[in-house]
């Protein structure tokens, strides 16, 4: 019984597979998101977070993230498909969402402990952006829809696929997932973020797609932050 979930969930090695770009392109990629979030930062301080948050702007910034990949792509000549636009088995979306849930114990853990501690962890953040809001439109948009899609890009389709050749997949998933952890910008949620970028990973390893991701991105920024919504529109019943 042991055996079989072993060999049920140990993901293919995939070891002739390989990108189109160099290893160099995945650290000159990180250098490029560095200094778009420093940019970015800047640019949410002078426009005003929750203004920012609210406004169609807020898709442009999430655009921005692409950047990187269209400058190197251009440079390399690749094919955007190399980020692993193909189909993937449903089964392997169906053992994500086994592992997401196992995931979700190990972060309510984690911001439990730092609620004892008085630390103000990202449920209570994201709240504090919807209380501030008019309309959470835009910020629904972005967050539920356009940022799993554009993040799956870069941090498994790219970064991931870049360190999985030059590393192998099991350290390629812990660089590319705490790169994804830091580059949220949010200490109290470093933890949560790494486990979430390593299984979001685990699920490109086993499906050199992006798809399986995305969609498991979408269910949790779209859990999140209705959750958020709702605990705004009714207080009290919604722990966050």
Known sequence: MNLEFQN??????????????????????????????VALLFYSALAGGTQLAQSAGLILVQLAYLLPLVLIFAYRRVNPKSLGLGGFDWGTLALGIGLLFVSYILILIHNSLLLLLGVEVQGEKILTIFESLESPVWFMIVGVILAPIVEELFFRGFLFQGFRQRHGWVKGMLISA??????????????PTFILGALLAYMYQRS????????LHVMVNALGLC????????PGTIPL
């Not at 050199?208 to 995305?214: A, D, E, I, L, T």
Request: charged share 10%; hydrophobic share 50%.
């Open 227 to 234: 959750a958020a919504y709702i605990a705004t529109q009714y």
């Open 8 to 37: 049920s969930v140990a993901p293919p090695e995939s070891p002739d597979y390989s990108v189109p770009w160099k290893p160099i392109d995945n650290w000159i990629g990180v250098v490029l998101l560095v200094l778009l979030d």
């Open 178 to 191: 705490a790169i994804f952890a830091v580059g949220h910008l949010d200490p109290a949620s470093l933890i």
């Open 208 to 215: 050199n797609s992006v798809w399986p991701g995305v969609i």
